[in-house]
């Protein structure tokens, strides 16, 4: 396995989600499952408008605004990039409704006070941070006594794709996946106690094909001899086989899971 620069990780990673072909291949939310996997975490984590809920690696606010609509909590979004929180609070003051609190700042050093919010919120993030340990300590730091945590994350067993064992792999949230087993043991470390897991592959399978097809589209239109990161139409075919492929043999999945400080 490469090994990169934490800074540069957390840079790169920054700087590929702000570019707008991300809003083009994934929509308005940018993970597996979109905002009916949110929601489906909303009600797991049994949210009410007495909360304080803190979206870490937040983008640009959807999910935020959804919990913030659906379950009148309130919501603190916090993303590393200065592009990300902008078009967000942009975004937050013309849609109107329940407003988000935007912030900019790092997942593994959080801006908040130890125990000042009821809930973390972290969906396919965890996996691209360089130091997953410091940011669900992190966690267990600025969350109440007896509030939760949910996470939906990239899953993995085995070797990525050798065209994935790069940076490429850590932006694209697969490099820093881990067994379900490994994050759940991440929570228990920090002091938490795991309440809940599931399967949630099938809405990875999904993503996957969509974002593949979308990317054949792209390349398709820019005609013969067109590449994207230095790979054609045939390399790209064989990457993203390879990945369904591996989704289809459990080695990637995509999983949820929530959990509680003890009070």
Known sequence: MMREDPSVIKQCCAAAYATPWVALLLGESWHP?????????????????????????????????HLAARFGCEV???????????????????????????????????????????????ECALCTFPSP???????????????R?????????GPLPAALDNLAGWVGCLAGAR???????????AGFQ?????DRSADLSVLVARIGQALLTWLQFQGPGASLGGLDRA???GLWAAIQEAIGRHELGYALLTARRPA
């Open 33 to 65: 499952g979109g905002l009916d996997l949110t929601e489906h975490l909303g009600r797991a984590l049994a949210l009410t408008p007495r909360d304080v809920v803190a979206d870490v690696a937040a983008g640009e606010g959807a999910s935020a605004r």
């Open 76 to 122: 603190w979004a916090l993303d590393l990039g200065e592009a990300q929180v902008a078009r967000g609070q942009s975004r937050d003051a013309r849609q109107g409704g329940a407003p988000v609190r935007f912030q900019q700042g790092d997942a593994e050093a959080l801006p908040w006070a130890a125990g000042s919010v009821d809930v973390v919120l972290c």
């Open 133 to 147: 340990e410091t940011a669900v300590q992190e966690w267990a730091r600025v969350v109440k006594p007896g509030g």
């Open 149 to 157: 945590i949910g996470l939906t994350d990239v899953t993995r067993r």
């Open 179 to 189: 067994p379900v087993e490994a994050y759940a043991d991440l929570l228990t470390t």
């Open 194 to 198: 795991v309440l809940r897991r599931e």
């Open 235 to 237: 390399a790209v075919e």
